[in-house]
């Protein structure tokens, strides 16, 4: 008679085999310092050829080079069109396009890791939030009563002339407030702060190095807004390290961003 093969065999009685230890898990091995480094680089100057090109359009645009001086006024007609709350807001918000999913990138190709996963999204309890933004308001808030002993009497003019030149300010704020936010934390605090953390840097070493690099791109502050920011992007680590969550300081940059927007469109 022909065994039939869709039919369980009998029970024998011996013990079946044992299955087999379930794999590994890939070890997770972030980019070293340098390599961390070498990133940093290629996503600013990612960063800084996208604000290079939005630029270079808008100069068209306006017939720039059609009018061009002195080399002293085509310099001051440069920083005019840079500091043009339309086009600087613009600008920025596009590079969110560009810089974040070049990070999240980073972290992907990495071994063991997805991108958001690199970047930090581990998951954070409600509270965290409203916690983390009040303290960035108090931050501003004890800046903002300190600052005229400092002497700092209001926003800088860099901000004035943004503000005053905007003629729709909902783009200023698009990109003051969201996207300078979003391209910055995900650079900093995100694919640098990963591989920072995990080398011999440690905590203190990855805070004040990110806070530092982050606070020297605002070159066009005075020395005390730019210790300011310094001092911010301390907090703003510490919130990364505390939650393992970008999402908090990019919230949390949001919040300082869009107060000092409206301070200074309310001018």
């Not at 290629?42 to 800084?48: K, R």
């Not at 017939?63 to 840079?82: C, I, R, S, V, Y």
């Not at 992907?108 to 965290?128: A, M, P, Q, S």
Request: with cysteine; proline share 7%.
């Amino acid at each position: 008679m022909t065994e039939n093969p869709y039919q369980t065999p009998p029970d024998s009685g011996a013990t079946p085999p044992p299955l087999p230890p379930p794999l590994p898990e890939a070890a997770k091995t972030p980019w070293n310092g340098w390599w961390t480094l070498l990133w940093a680089v290629v996503i600013f100057f990612a960063w800084q050829f996208v604000v290079s090109i939005g630029l270079v359009i808008a100069a068209f645009q306006r017939d720039f080079f059609k009018n061009l001086g002195t080399p002293e006024a085509a310099e001051n007609d440069l920083l005019a069109l840079a500091f043009d709350g339309d086009i600087a807001g613009s600008v920025t918000f596009i590079s969110i396009f560009f810089v974040c999913p070049l990070c999240w990138f980073v972290g992907k190709i990495c071994t063991g890791y997805t991108g958001w996963e690199y970047l930090g999204n581990d998951r954070v309890k409600w509270w965290h939030w409203p916690l983390w933004a009040a303290l960035t308001v108090a931050c501003s808030l004890i800046f903002g009563l300190i600052a005229p002993f400092l002497g700092v009497d209001g926003p800088d003019d860099s901000m004035v002339t943004m503000a005053r030149t905007t003629q729709f300010p909902v783009l200023l704020f698009l990109g003051v407030a969201i996207g300078a936010p979003l391209v910055e934390e995900f650079m900093f605090r995100g694919a640098v702060w990963r591989g920072w953390r995990a080398s011999k840097l440690g905590l203190w070493g990855t805070l004040c190095l990110t806070s530092f690099f982050w606070a020297i791109l605002h070159v066009q502050y005075p020395f005390v807004i730019i210790g300011y920011i310094f001092c911010l992007g301390l907090l703003l680590g510490f919130a990364r390290e505390k939650t393992g969550n970008l999402w908090i300081p990019v919230s949390m940059h949001a919040v300082n961003n869009g107060i000092a927007t409206i301070e200074m469109l309310h001018l």
